[in-house]
């Protein structure tokens, strides 16, 4: 009996993140249409309601954010997508969601700011505000596909994720990638790996909602499936009960933050692209490590040794893989379409070993493969 083979399509990379949503049982989406994202939306309200899932477009992003919430307290596996005024709006409830330990997957498809800006030009100015976004200390996963279909794959890995760690996932593309056509091969259902979130056994006695297992992860509950408990966005016990008890505050915040950072070989994915003995590292994520990855295979046609670290997991921090190569390279590019958000990062890491200097590219168009070549050469 032959193998049956991955289904081949042409896609979009926001119609790959809707099919990458669907492989993974997303069964509610609560959002407001915004350009370069809407797309997202508009195929889900047509697929949902034949799976027998639930698409509501809200008044705005605020109150979309907190239907996902609401959503996936109930058990179902919930998302939302916007670009970056709209992620701006989600900030206070997806930070009602890190406290609430609420699993969902948040899409931005960047676009270009401050502000309004260009709503139909790429940019990568939501980097730190991924990370730091919503307000306090606070521990986030965000993902960033270079291609459609990494659009799919790493949807399936930003749900799973969500799930088993209780946290909500960012999935940090941009305009390129998000309207960008390619072909994709769809997985067999099975192929990929899915991941439903962990429930309570019935009849517990002394049920506590957010006591912690082994990994550091509370078994909660579906609302509505046996237990009643408090939900709230207050620093609270494992009964769920608010407090302001200084030891079990620092408990809880230090859970929140170690439950990501003592799994970061899980969570933290990467690229390398010719770094074995690469002289000069492209440090590139998004649709701006494509043009990276050319200018490496120009570089080194001309004898220079140019390799690409792309991070495709961007928080939490690659630290340990940034620290390492900064040890072997005489330098560091970091190219963004930014002002050079995520270099401070990348020159934290490097610890003085190496160089780092940045491309930058703030007129709404993409970073080209001669722009980072120039760079290259300027070394």
Known sequence: MSAVLPLARLMQGNEAIVEGALAAGVRFFAGYPITPSTEIAEILSDKLPTLGGKYIQMEDELGSMAAVIGASLAGLKSMTATSGPGFSLKQENLGFAIMAEVPCVVVNVQRFGPSTGIPTAPAQGDVMQARWGTHGDHSIIALCPDSVQESYSLTVKAFNLSEKFRTPVIILTD???????????????????????????AGLKDYKPYQPGEDGVPVVANFCEGYRFHVTSLVHDESGAPSTNPVVTEKLINRLHDKLMNNLEEIVLSEFCQTDDAEIIIVAYGAVSRSARRAVKEARAEGIKAGLFRPITIWPFPEKEIASLSRQARAIIVPEMNMGQYRLEVERAAQGNTRVSGVNKVTGELITPSEILAAIKSL
């Open 175 to 201: 305009e390129v990638i998000g309207h960008l056509r390619e072909r994709v091969c769809l997985p067999q259902p099975g192929d990929l790996p899915v991941i439903d979130r962990k429930k309570p056994p």
